[in-house]
T-cell receptor, first 114, second 112 residues
Framework: KAGVTQTPRYLIKTRGQQVTLSCSPISGHRSVSWYQQTPGQGLQFLFEYFSETQRNKGNFPGRFSGRQFSNSRSEMNVSTLELGDSALYLC?????????????FGPGTRLTVL | GDSVTQMEGPVTLSEEAFLTINCTYTATGYPSLFWYVQYPGEGLQLLLKATKADDKGSNKGFEATYRKETTSFHLEKGSVQVSDSAVYFCAFRSGSARQLTFGSGTQLTVLP
């Protein structure tokens, strides 16, 4: 079974631009979560989607948004990019969103904001 | 609030040495506990998990036991290999919060 895939793997943008990242979950998984990883803040939760509905949101500004499609694929969007948005963005999928479910991670998208 | 305290790194060991990475958590309810590993340039891979008190998770020679009384989930391996060099993250999912809460990560380097 194919794992979680994320596209693109690398992105370079300039301040003020916007960016869209894509995530395809493991087949059959209905929950998709997004995390931001930076050297200073570590791994921080952005949001979770389940059956096209946002179930949970982390403490990030409204510039960060996401959505999930009927095939469970998910996108996240960051508008008006700032230098501090440079990070590795990780997507994770799980069968459902219960606490015992394992989240499986993709390889991430490395975003650099210049 | 919910948090994970993980042993500070970096940790450098010789091949075949014993490894312990300490992890304690503060969580509401009854969390499920996880160890993930991240190799350079990659995402996180699940190493092992435990979903209730006294459960022992194990994989690839790594073990961790869910200790509710001490709110700990320490990672151990009896004999590390060079290929175990990576960053290790302790994490939990708890209560109504469906997201993973992560520790800060421990960089492990194993020398031949």
């Amino acid at each position: 079974k194919a794992g979680v895939t994320q596209t693109p793997r690398y992105l370079i943008k300039t301040r003020g631009q916007q960016v869209t990242l894509s995530c395809s979950p493991i087949s059959g998984h209905r929950s998709v979560s997004w995390y931001q990883q930076t050297p200073g803040q570590g791994l921080q939760f952005l949001f979770e989607y389940f059956s096209e509905t946002q179930r949970n949101k982390g403490n990030f500004p409204g510039r960060f948004s996401g959505r999930q499609f009927s095939n469970s694929r998910s996108e996240m969007n960051v508008s008006t990019l700032e230098l501090g948005d440079s990070a590795l963005y990780l997507c994770a999928s799980s069968l459902s969103s219960t606490n015992t479910d394992t989240q499986y991670f993709g390889p991430g998208t490395r975003l650099t904001v210049l | 609030g919910d948090s994970v305290t993980q042993m500070e790194g970096p940790v450098t060991l010789s091949e075949e040495a014993f490894l312990t990475i300490n992890c304690t958590y503060t969580a509401t309810g009854y969390p499920s506990l996880f160890w993930y590993v991240q190799y350079p340039g990659e995402g996180l891979q699940l190493l092992l998990k435990a979903t209730k008190a006294d459960d022992k998770g194990s994989n690839k020679g790594f073990e961790a036991t869910y200790r509710k009384e001490t709110t700990s989930f320490h990672l151990e391996k009896g004999s590390v290999q060079v290929s175990d060099s990576a960053v290790y993250f302790c994490a939990f999912r708890s209560g109504s919060a469906r997201q993973l809460t992560f520790g800060s990560g421990t960089q492990l380097t194993v020398l031949p």
